[in-house]
């Protein structure tokens, strides 16, 4: 018998005369007599003192009967699971998935039937080669998995930030892995591709280029999980209930536009502050302005296959979205944090083969191996075949099936019968109706280990990135190439990929050779079919050209002192707001400031602590009385000039141009603006460009 008790109101109940709290997530805890929880173990009794282990006298040994320090401590030293093998670092949220229109026509998946069906979800962002604590900054391709409860079984489209792979062939993965990681025998680097063993596999491995030609790009360095874009990499098929196959490719298109940062800027973000993506997702979810993203599509028949440019099994090509469109069929909103970092994002399972009927796979042979992988996986990491016990990886529609026992069997099949077919008539039975189908596609064929020719062209599509890149863009990529080998040490290395890089753009190549020191140029690395140059540019390709329309979801810093233009402070921060982007005050300490009329303003950071890395804008609004302090301070003068060479639009009022001069900022160009109440609006519409790229070439970082 359950009833509410007295005091205080809805929390405390009464259960069998015992009196429980029901605690924020419907949990019961046992109370003291002065109202507190009590802590008890993790049998339920209940503890008197957790400071103290047991002892024979205060200075005395300790005691084999104190089984509550022995179950605390066994159980800490068993708080670690394996971290996964790659994206190991991550991080999640929960939120939703709506159907746009009906999908019908192309795919019975249930969750595609219903306009406005809004279907839970769960997404986990990450890195691919560092460990659980790197940083986020790193030059890495980025995870984007998405899982679906659909009341047909859970949907998980385990994708990349970026569309294409580095190998075609699943059997290469531990290879490329194992190339990428710290090296074996000293262990460093950590979450970074710049060494030799990585330069060595890729220069061996021709097929890879395509992807570094991405990886190289400003796509490996996301200003936030927020403002990339996702693919599902392979093709994939929709299935309707006609048993008609359509293939599919899949992206996912962040609402607020692309944004990446500079290499310069992300080695310092990575100092300033390790979490920034997770702190980036965090405040923006608690603070209730949910990021988004489009699911859209790009379908297509045998036909269009077999008549384009490249096999669409092959996962280290694109379609371009210019020869085949993307076209949006939902939203995914990401609007509530795990309760608990390791119950949900440590313990979810992502698994290429959790489809729901109407959705299948094709031949690709890197998406046939993770169909293999991912259980294996789950289990190493996990720990027992029933990981899908886990509330976050147990799907959210009725299930029911024979599967029993085994480590922590938290469900087991109840009543006599755990077989089929059985004559107690009990238990569930399979439906060739509404049961997944697998399409039955036609195959036949030899047993081989063969590449298919179709695979052979390793740089026409590297090389369309490429030439599809703004300038700025394409400067980003020679100098990426550029550090990266700078770091491999042995100089054949460097000059194998100068060799492939010779058969995507001659001019990268030699940019890329003479900023290496390269006296004399490698021929053209062999190619197995002759390189086309006669690919379209695709804009969809470039973050600059799929920018944001305006400020909204990015970040001024204003750099406060006492005595701070207090009108202009709040003018600038109201067009800010006006433009759903985010205000943050820079003092010299955080305490915050006295304004010029009297009112007090808080700060978040002090200029020691926060750097103008972590700002997408700058505006430099000190008290003039103020600014020999802020001269004499180095980290004052970098936050002027860091954000000048990152290309940042910098707002200033007249009292700061000698922290500019200090800076070395005298060359000034459009985005950097003296305001005043008539220039602030002007100033805040133009923060949606983000950059001023033509100031880069001036600045020294190129
Ligand atoms: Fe994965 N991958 N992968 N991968 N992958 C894993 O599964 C694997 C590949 C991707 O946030 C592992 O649960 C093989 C491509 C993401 O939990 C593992 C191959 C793409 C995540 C695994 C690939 C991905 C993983 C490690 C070559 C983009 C993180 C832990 C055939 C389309 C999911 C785990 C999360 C994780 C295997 C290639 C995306 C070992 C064998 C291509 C986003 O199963």
């Known amino acids: 018998m359950v009833r509410k008790a ?9 259960i069998h005369d015992q009196h429980l709290h029901r605690g924020k997530g419907g949990e019961l805890h046992q109370v003291a007599e002065d109202g507190h929880d009590i802590l008890t173990t993790a049998q339920g009794a209940p503890i008197d003192d957790d400071q103290n282990s047991l002892r024979v006298g205060a200075r005395g040994p ?109 059997i290469k993965f531990p290879d490329v892995i194992h190339a990428v990681k710290p090296e074996p025998d000293r262990a460093f680097p950590q979450a970074q591709s710049a060494h030799d063993n990585f330069w060595d596999f890729i220069s061996l491995t021709p097929e890879s280029m395509h992807m570094i030609m991405w990886v190289m790009s400003d796509r490996a360095i996301p200003r936030s999980f927020r403002f990339m874009e996702g693919f599902g990499v392979h093709t994939f098929r929709f299935i309707n209930a006609k048993e008609e196959s359509t293939f599919v490719k899949f992206h996912w298109k962040p609402k607020l536009g692309l944004q990446s940062v500079v290499w310069n800027e992300a080695v310092k973000i990575n100092g300033a502050d390790p979490d920034f993506h997770r702190r980036d997702l ?69 698994m290429t083969q959790n489809v729901p009927p109407g959705i299948g796979f094709s031949n690709d042979p890197l998406l046939q191996g993770r169909n293999f992988s991912y259980l294996d996986t789950q289990l190493k990491r996990l720990g027992s075949a029933n990981f899908s016990h886990l509330p976050i990886n147990a799907p959210k529609c009725p299930f029911h099936h024979f599967q029993q026992d085994g480590h922590m069997a938290m469900r087991n099949p109840i009543g006599r019968a755990n077989y089929q077919p059985n004559s107690w008539g009990e238990g569930p039975r399979e439906s060739p109706v509404s049961g997944y189908r697998h399409f039955p596609s036609d195959e036949v064929g030899q047993k081989v280990r063969l590449r298919p020719e179709s695979f052979a062209d390793h740089y026409s599509q590297a090389r369309q990135f ?67 140059q006669d690919l379209d540019p695709s804009p969809a390709l470039s973050i600059v050209k799929n920018g944001p329309k305006r400020f909204e979801g990015r970040k001024l810093g204003i750099l406060v002192t006492d005595g701070s233009d207090a009108a202009l402070v709040q003018a600038l921060a109201g067009a800010i707001a006006g433009e759903k982007g985010i205000v943050e005050y820079i003092a010299p300490t955080v305490g915050g400031v006295t304004m010029s009329d009297g009112a007090f303003l808080a700060a978040q950071q002090m200029i020691d602590g926060g750097p103008s890395v972590l700002y997408d804008a700058l505006a430099l609004i000190p008290g003039a009385d103020f600014v020999p302090d ?43 603006v003296e305001l005043g109440s008539d220039t602030v609006e002007a100033f805040v519409s133009e923060l949606g460009k983000l950059r001023v790229w033509a100031r880069e070439p001036s600045t020294k970082l190129q």
């Open 282 to 350: 965090w405040h923006a979810i608690q603070s209730g302005d949910f990021p988004e993203w489009e699911l859209c599509v790009q379908l297509f028949d045998e036909e269009f296959a077999n008549n384009f440019d490249f096999d669409v099994l092959d996962p280290t090509k694109i379609i371009p979205e210019e020869v085949l469109p993307v076209e949006p069929i939902g939203r995914l909103v990401l609007d509530r944090m795990p309760d608990n970092f390791f119950a949900e994002t440590e313990q979810v399972a992502f």
């Open 62 to 170: 300790a005691v084999i009967d104190d089984f509550h320090f022995r179950e605390k401590i066994f159980h800490f030293d068993h708080e670690r699971i394996p971290e996964r093998v790659v994206h190991a670092r991550g991080y999640g949220a929960h939120g939703f998935f709506e159907t746009y229109e009906s999908l019908a026509h192309y795919t019975k998946a249930d969750f595609l039937q219903r306009p406005g069906e809004k279907t839970p979800a769960f997404v986990r962002f990450s890195t691919v080669a560092g460990s659980k604590g790197s940083f986020d900054l790193a030059r890495d391709v980025r995870g984007f998995a998405v899982k679906l409860y659909t009341r047909e079984g859970n949907w998980d489209l385990v994708g990349n930030n970026i569309p294409v792979f580095f190998i075609q062939d699943a």
């Open 630 to 672: 802020l001269l004499k301070e180095a980290t004052a003068r970098d936050f002027v000039a860091d954000a000048f060479a990152h290309c940042k639009f910098i707002g200033y009022a007249a009292a700061a141009i000698p922290l500019l001069e200090k800076a070395g900022v005298t060359e000034l160009d459009e985005g950097v």
């Open 6 to 14: 007295s005091t205080p109101k809805d929390e405390l109940v009464t």
């Open 466 to 532: 490429f030439i599809s890149q703004t300038l700025p863009e394409q400067r980003h990529i020679a100098m990426a190439l550029t550090f990266e080998l700078s770091k491999v040490e042995t100089p054949v290395i460097r000059e194998r990929m100068v060799s492939h890089l010779l058969n995507i753009d001659e001019t990268l190549a030699s940019k890329v050779a003479n900023a290496l020191g390269i006296k004399k140029m490698p021929k053209p690395a062999d190619t197995a079919v002759e390189p086309r």
